[in-house]
């Protein structure tokens, strides 16, 4: 029944080595490839690409906010000056209600005068 026999340790170790021979030679193989070489380059002018097209989509959505919080600056001077504007208009207006005001109690006082003297 001894059909069957195992490797012993030698062989074992002997059949390790072939196969990391094995595959170092055809790591070796592929890195010696002139198409790897070209894919590489490609690959890696295609990263620079991406990179570049990354960095325009980060500047130009920077600008667009510098952009917008510009005009949110520009539209709350404009609010502020709007709303000085009005209180200034109000103030007018209250001052001209108050003169108004004045000159009729004035003449109310000057025709009580005039009553008391005839």
Do not use: C, H, W
């Not at 072939?18 to 890696?44: G, I, S, V």
């Not at 002018?45 to 960095?55: F, I, M, P, T, V």
């Not at 709303?83 to 000057?110: G, P, T």
């Amino acid at each position: 029944m001894s059909g069957f026999k195992q490797p012993d340790l030698l062989e074992r170790q002997k059949a390790a080595a072939e196969a990391k021979k094995a595959a170092l030679e055809k790591f070796r193989a592929k890195t010696a490839d002139p198409a790897l070489a070209e894919r590489l380059t490609t690959r890696a002018a295609s990263a620079a690409d991406r990179r570049a097209a990354k960095n325009v989509r980060e500047i130009e959505k920077a600008q667009s906010k510098a952009r917008d919080a510009e005009r949110a600056q520009q539209v709350e001077r404009e609010a502020a000056l709007q709303a000085a504007r009005a209180a200034a208009e109000r103030a007018d207006r209250e001052l001209a209600v108050q003169a108004e005001r004045k000159v009729a109690r004035d003449a109310r006082y000057a025709a009580r005068k005039a009553r008391s003297k005839r």
